[in-house]
């Protein structure tokens, strides 16, 4: 597939595979600061760095204090599926690829990220094959 041959050479070329678990910053940041919360009202919005939480070795910033408590309440509802890495990536060959935080979908209520740099949008890839991309991320996240 010609997509994922520019996909692969960009990311091996960009040196954005990762070994680590989760998709956070050096200091611990999830989702480059982005509320996680505010996916779920069809606008990301970036958090304060005055409104965070701790998850799962993540640190998560949040506009407002009841975005806070929402996440505190129910975490998993919130934090991105995979880890924060690429949906796509993860569904196509199990890779850890960075996102853009601007690039986002929820489905079945759950939040998933995709990679959208270098003209490249790894969403538009997810849409046309969704079912069979997420039952695949999901196998290969589980590994």
């Known amino acids: 597939m010609k997509t994922s ?31 996680v919360v505010s996916y779920f009202s069809g606008k990301a919005a970036k958090g304060d760095s005055d409104l965070r939480l701790k998850y799962k070795e993540a640190i998560y910033y949040f ?32 890779s850890k690829v960075a996102v853009n935080p601007k690039t986002y979908k929820i489905v079945d209520g759950k939040l998933y990220l995709f990679y959208n ?8 890839s997810w849409n046309k094959d969704e079912e069979n991309l997420k039952i695949k991320a999901d196998k290969n996240w589980s590994n």
């Not at 975490?75 to 060959?93: E, L």
């Open 5 to 35: 041959i520019l996909f692969s050479l960009v990311l091996i070329s960009t040196g954005l595979f990762a070994q680590q678990e989760l998709n956070v910053s050096k200091s611990g940041l999830a989702v480059q600061g982005y509320d």
């Open 63 to 94: 506009t407002t204090e009841e975005n806070k408590q929402k996440f505190k309440i129910n975490p998993s509802k919130y934090a991105p599926q995979y880890g924060g890495w690429c949906a796509y990536a993860m569904g196509d060959d199990g």
């Open 117 to 124: 740099k270098f003209g490249i949008n790894t969403l538009n």
